[in-house]
């Protein structure tokens, strides 16, 4: 069954009923630090969103684990972009102490070869090819119910020919003037369920990639025809869009 988890700050938490997903925690030093949530907090996730130490002792797995159990917590999710080999030992280890506890570790996809039985989340968006064809292979490798897809509501834009599959960031006030512009008609692509469009500068051609209510809940739905149950969005980024999506 389909499950939607909204990352909130603290200081947003009330604003949804969703699941939510904390963003309120970080580890500096041997310590696990929480921002100011509410003491009625039950369910969802921690997201641990830094690692600021290279030593780990048995405290810290106690305070996590504490902290879980403390505020109902079933899923500990990290999104630290860049992890050193002494943090990879340790999450190895925390995920066998929260497997006991039937709490699940989630990780970034990037480090899923140095931590096999965790969950691996990972991004909806893609740039070439097809969605379908890269959540099939991501399926293949590590199983559905291993997954966890985070769905970002993308705006960038690539620069024609491109080598690099990122592009570079717009805000939401330069998509909306592009798009006022008579002359760039914007194109859903099924492929990649994701809308674009192309305009030329004196620099050269320009390709920009963005979403709509529409074009994430084709990605929610394709991920979930292919048995990816638990779906993660950003609340800043989608609370407008709310009686869109069929939360």
Same mark, same amino acid.
């Given at each position: #069954?389909?499950?939607? %988890?909204?990352?909130?700050?603290?200081?947003?938490?009330?604003?949804?009923?969703?699941?939510?997903?904390?963003?309120?925690?970080?580890?500096?030093?041997?310590?696990?630090?929480?921002?100011?949530?509410?003491?009625?907090?039950?369910?969802?996730?921690?997201?641990?969103? $830094?690692?600021?130490?290279?030593? *780990? !002792?048995?405290?810290? *797995?106690?305070?996590?684990? !504490?902290?879980?159990?403390?505020?109902?917590?079933?899923?500990?999710?990290?999104?630290?972009?860049?992890?050193?080999?002494?943090?990879?030992?340790?999450?190895?280890?925390? =995920?066998?102490? @929260?497997?006991?506890?039937?709490?699940? %570790?989630? %990780?970034?996809?990037?480090?899923? !070869?140095?931590?096999?039985?965790?969950?691996?989340?990972?991004?909806?968006?893609?740039?070439?090819?097809?969605?379908?064809? /890269?959540?099939?292979?991501?399926?293949?490798?590590?199983?559905?119910?291993? @997954?966890?897809?985070?769905?970002?509501?993308?705006?960038?834009?690539?620069?024609?020919?491109?080598?690099?599959?990122?592009?570079?960031?717009?805000?939401? &006030?330069?998509?909306?003037?592009?798009?006022?512009?008579?002359?760039?008609?914007?194109?859903?692509?099924?492929?990649? &369920? #994701?809308?674009? &469009?192309? /305009?030329?500068? =004196?620099?050269?051609?320009? *390709?920009?990639?963005?979403?709509?209510?529409?074009?994430?809940?084709?990605?929610?739905?394709?991920?979930?025809?292919?048995?990816?149950?638990?779906? %993660? /969005?950003?609340? $800043?980024?989608?609370?407008?869009?709310?009686?869109?999506? &069929?939360?």
């Amino acid at each position: #069954m389909k499950q939607n %988890l909204i990352l909130v700050s603290p200081d947003e938490a009330h604003l949804t009923h969703e699941k939510k997903a904390y963003l309120a925690y970080r580890i500096l030093g041997d310590h696990l630090f929480r921002g100011a949530i509410s003491s009625d907090t039950h369910g969802g996730w921690m997201v641990i969103v $830094s690692i600021e130490s290279n030593t *780990f !002792s048995s405290d810290l *797995f106690s305070e996590i684990i !504490s902290e879980c159990l403390t505020f109902g917590y079933d899923g500990v999710l990290f999104l630290s972009a860049s992890f050193s080999q002494e943090s990879i030992d340790f999450l190895s280890e925390l =995920k066998n102490r @929260l497997f006991r506890y039937n709490i699940s %570790l989630i %990780l970034p996809l990037t480090i899923s !070869s140095c931590c096999h039985g965790a969950k691996f989340h990972f991004h909806s968006a893609v740039s070439g090819g097809s969605l379908r064809g /890269y959540l099939e292979d991501l399926i293949r490798k590590f199983g559905a119910k291993n @997954l966890v897809v985070e769905h970002q509501l993308t705006r960038r834009k690539f620069d024609m020919p491109s080598s690099d599959a990122s592009g570079t960031p717009i805000t939401e &006030c330069e998509l909306q003037k592009l798009l006022s512009d008579p002359g760039i008609q914007p194109f859903y692509s099924p492929e990649l &369920c #994701m809308n674009y &469009c192309t /305009y030329h500068t =004196k620099d050269g051609a320009q *390709f920009v990639l963005f979403d709509d209510a529409r074009s994430l809940s084709a990605k929610a739905n394709l991920c979930e025809t292919l048995g990816i149950e638990q779906h %993660l /969005y950003l609340f $800043s980024e989608v609370k407008n869009l709310y009686s869109s999506l &069929c939360f």
